[in-house]
């Protein structure tokens, strides 16, 4: 079975606020066009969750270290 990682994990790990990230990744969903796999993968009144190694789990990462 393929590991899920979640917004809570992914803060842990790289030490940030998990309210900022989220305010984050919202900004980012809305411009599909630079950010399509993140954008696809979200899914309105569900966690912020993503299959570990996926796409979109590599550009929330991206757009959370930025």
Same mark, same amino acid.
């Given at each position: 079975?393929?590991d #899920? #990682?979640t917004?809570?994990?992914l803060?842990e790990?790289?030490?940030i606020?998990?309210?900022?990230? $989220?305010e984050?990744? $919202?900004?980012?969903?809305?411009?599909a066009?630079?950010n399509?796999?993140l954008?696809?993968?979200?899914?309105?009144r569900t966690?912020?969750q993503w299959?570990?190694g996926?796409?979109?789990?590599?550009?929330? #990462?991206? #757009?959370l270290?930025?």
């Open positions: 079975m393929s #899920i #990682i917004l809570k994990a803060c790990e790289l030490k606020d998990p309210r900022e990230a $989220r984050r990744l $919202r900004a980012a969903v809305t411009d066009k630079a399509p796999e954008a696809k993968a979200r899914k309105p966690p912020w299959v570990k996926s796409a979109a789990h590599n550009e929330a #990462i991206k #757009i270290k930025a």
